[in-house]
């Protein structure tokens, strides 16, 4: 009994490690847009990509690194010149799948929020997309959901000097 038990936990242990490196390859430059619904003292406001100002005037743009190399969880981001952390669970085949990312709170974005953000993946061979919903927070005084989806554009990996780390 003991025996069948030390060949089967080896077993169950590679399967699950060969399962996590399904985290697909999300490495690259994406161009999108996003729409986000904020309240505040002064009433509601809406705030679009359109007023994106950097990199590119008008176009949300992601940049992607996974330092731990394609096909893993991990993820280093920047989100308009905003930094970001996150990951990414296992997908079906590294084709599809999701995960989250969060603000870094020591570099907040240019309107002073803090996010968190959960979004879903999918890539083929020629196109990928990332379609996500967040949450935006501006100290007690603010708050507001956004909604936004980027297409990959490059795979090339995007130099980000910074991180949450």
Not at 8 to 15: D, E, H, K, R, T
Not at 36 to 64: N, W, Y
Not at 86 to 109: E, H, M, Q, Y
């Amino acid at each position: 009994m003991h025996s069948t038990a030390r060949l089967i936990l080896p077993a169950m242990l590679v399967a699950l490690l060969a399962g996590a490196g399904h985290a697909g390859d999300l490495t690259g430059t994406w161009k999108g847009s996003f729409r986000c619904t904020v309240h505040d003292a002064q009433g509601r406001q809406e705030l679009t990509s359109r007023s994106v100002s950097v990199p590119e005037p008008g176009v949300s743009t992601l940049e992607i690194v996974q330092p731990d190399g394609p096909d893993t969880a991990a993820l280093h981001m920047l989100i308009d010149a905003a930094v970001y952390s996150g990951f990414v669970l296992d997908g079906s085949a590294a084709t599809r799948g999701t995960g989250a990312i969060l603000d870094c709170g020591a570099n907040p974005d240019a309107s002073g929020y803090l996010e968190i953000r959960h979004f879903r993946w999918k890539t083929s061979a020629d196109s990928a997309a990332i379609v996500w919903r967040g949450l935006r927070v501006g100290g007690a005084a603010e708050l507001g959901r956004c909604t936004g989806s980027w297409r990959r554009v490059s795979r090339d990996e995007p130099k980000i000097a910074a991180s949450c780390d």
